[in-house]
């Protein structure tokens, strides 16, 4: 899965690369417009390095983050499972928050707490979090009828087995979801960087915007698309491992 992702990301940079170069070519634009290869190739062995470095950065930013909303999303989703008053107040309040746009939030964030680490968690977490929790609300409050029919029945049936139960039969549908709020959690700390920040790859993207140097943005978008397809080849795989063990461990044992 690792290397799928990797070179599925190639393909669709070099088609992007490959159509800014047929606009270059069709309207005789200059490299200060659009740069040609060799001044990307010259541009990237300058800021290599750097780069590097800035975008490690947001990506210890958006694992923190991750994992933050991930915590969130399944303590309230699990809280929200059932159909009572206080499960129904939580869904209801989950739908409206999500209806804020957080892009528009985050300048309120960076006015109260300005530049720096805590605001670019926050942002990324929030970013990530509402994904997260819709998918887990439906998954923990969709019950596996044949299954916790013979609990219930039995006199059996806990909240932690309920749990465990639509936990295991969406299994596959959990690491999706988790898997894919990676890009959610760097695409949000990107966007703090790139509105209010001292650092990451969001900030050096804004000062190669602010000097018109196509290069570097395209260095840096190559790079963010690196990293972020290896990490989320390494949750699939993870994800896969998991699925295996788990259902190894359960297979003919009461969950």
């Known amino acids: 899965m690792l290397f799928r992702r990797i070179y599925q990301f190639l393909i669709v940079y070099i088609i992007g690369i490959g159509f800014l170069l047929a606009i270059k070519a069709v309207l005789s634009l200059s490299d200060y417009v659009i740069p040609g290869i060799p001044l990307v190739i010259e ?9 590097f470095f800035d975008v490690m950065n947001t990506l210890s930013v958006t694992v923190l983050g991750q994992g933050i909303s991930i915590i969130m999303a399944f303590t309230v989703g699990i809280a929200g499972r059932k159909s009572s008053w206080i499960g129904s107040f939580i869904k209801v309040t989950a739908y409206n928050i999500q209806a804020y746009p957080i892009v528009a939030l985050a300048p309120i964030i960076f006015i109260l707490l300005g530049d720096g680490f805590i605001p670019r968690l926050m942002i990324a977490s929030m970013i990530c979090y509402f994904p997260l929790l819709l998918s887990v609300l439906g998954i923990m409050a969709t019950p596996v ?8 029945v039995t006199g059996r049936m806990r909240w932690q087995l309920e749990v465990k139960i639509r936990a295991f039969e969406n299994l596959s549908k959990l690491t999706t ?3 894919g709020s990676a890009t959610l959690a760097m695409a949000g700390t990107i966007v703090a960087e790139f509105i209010a920040a001292n650092a990451g790859i969001g900030y050096s993207i804004r000062i190669a915007l602010y000097q018109s140097d196509l290069a570097k943005i395209l ?4 790079m963010i698309g690196i990293i972020i397809s290896i990490y989320q080849g390494i949750l699939e ?3 896969e491992v998991i699925k295996v063990k788990w259902s190894i461990s359960k297979k003919g044992e009461v969950l």
Do not use: K
């Open 43 to 51: 541009t990237a062995g300058q800021v290599f390095t750097g780069y």
């Open 145 to 152: 009828t044949d299954i916790e029919h013979f609990y219930i």
């Open 177 to 179: 979801v988790i898997a």
């Open 219 to 222: 260095i840096a978008l190559f």
């Open 237 to 239: 795989t993870l994800g």
